[in-house]
DNA sequence: TAATACCTTACTAAATTTGTCAAGTATTTT
DNA sequence: AAAATACTTGACAAATTTAGTAAGGTATTA
């Protein structure tokens, strides 16, 4: 149940790999590639959309590689995860676009709602320099409604 | 990112249909189909899973159908979709079974650990007597690691 | 100009999801 | 007993999504 796709894992690890290098160095995309033991050609398309996100830049030829847009205070793994595999959407009623025919008779509508919102505030508060310092995340407390 | 399955969805309000006749009526598959709009078909699947599982009984015959095993209160949402869906196993190394074999050296796998604990929190706190009574889910404290 | 390294598009095999269908069993009512 | 109701089970398949591979192109530097 909610998985998380081999894209948005091996990004968020790319991405962790990138950061290391943060500020001037740039991480050759095969470097990435044997830390992480992710393929190449997979890495490509997955740095290639993060790119076009924002969240990095590219810097071509000998020498070359990837770099952090920002510092790695200021990129959380929700704007990773959702570059990668679009927005959380646990339903398609949840789905910015096209709200559900029934929402308003629906009795879980509020329910979804509720835990993307929870999971979102997880993952937007979650930092590359959180990973980077190895922070302990508390998981303790299960917070209910 | 991060879909619940059209099988999770359709289970939970299911047993909502049914936790409305706790704990005397019988609610008929029928019935439910229609309250819920989803095919009797796919609902004698889910149903049947959840049986299976134990959160529901049946009786047959004319009058017949289905009934909560428990008290709606004592009977989480989080039940219903790991009845159907599995337990939440947002990667492969978070998954009960066989761990990474990187786990030890995996900048994430704490990430993903303590997001699957959040939301596991969140569904298991969660009953069917909080949708019977239309609680209002806290959404807003999007609380941080 | 050779080597390095990113860029882009196309494609596809495998897995998963989302159901449908058909035939059977149990229970009650008439 | 017979008919009607309603759950039970297993097989199957279309549609979608995932998880990659492959191949060729472009930019930069030594
Ligand atoms: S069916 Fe659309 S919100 Fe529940
Ligand atoms: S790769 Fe297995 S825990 Fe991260």
């Known amino acids: ?13 790319a991405m962790f790999e990138i950061a290391r290098g943060y ?33 990095i830049t590219s810097v071509r030829g000998p020498g070359g590689g990837y770099l952090l847009s920002r510092s790695p205070r200021e990129i ?12 959380v959407a646990l339903t398609a009623c ?9 929402a308003d008779g629906c009795v879980t509508s509020l329910l979804w709602k509720a835990l993307g919102e929870k999971i979102e505030g997880f993952l937007d508060q979650m930092t ?8 302990k995340f508390g998981s303790e407390r299960a917070v209910g409604a």
């Open 76 to 87: 959380s793994i929700g704007e990773i995860l959702r570059g990668l595999d679009g927005p």
């Open 1 to 13: 149940m909610l998985k998380l796709s081999t894209k948005g894992q091996y990004g968020v690890r």
């Open 23 to 55: 500020p001037e160095h740039p991480v050759a995309i095969r470097e990435i590639a044997e830390r992480q033991d992710v393929s190449v050609a997979y890495l490509e398309q997955i740095l290639n959309t993060l790119r076009k996100a924002g969240l």
């Open 128 to 135: 590359l320099h959180d990973l980077l310092a190895g922070k």
């Open 94 to 102: 949840q789905d910015p676009l096209a709200g559900c025919v029934r």
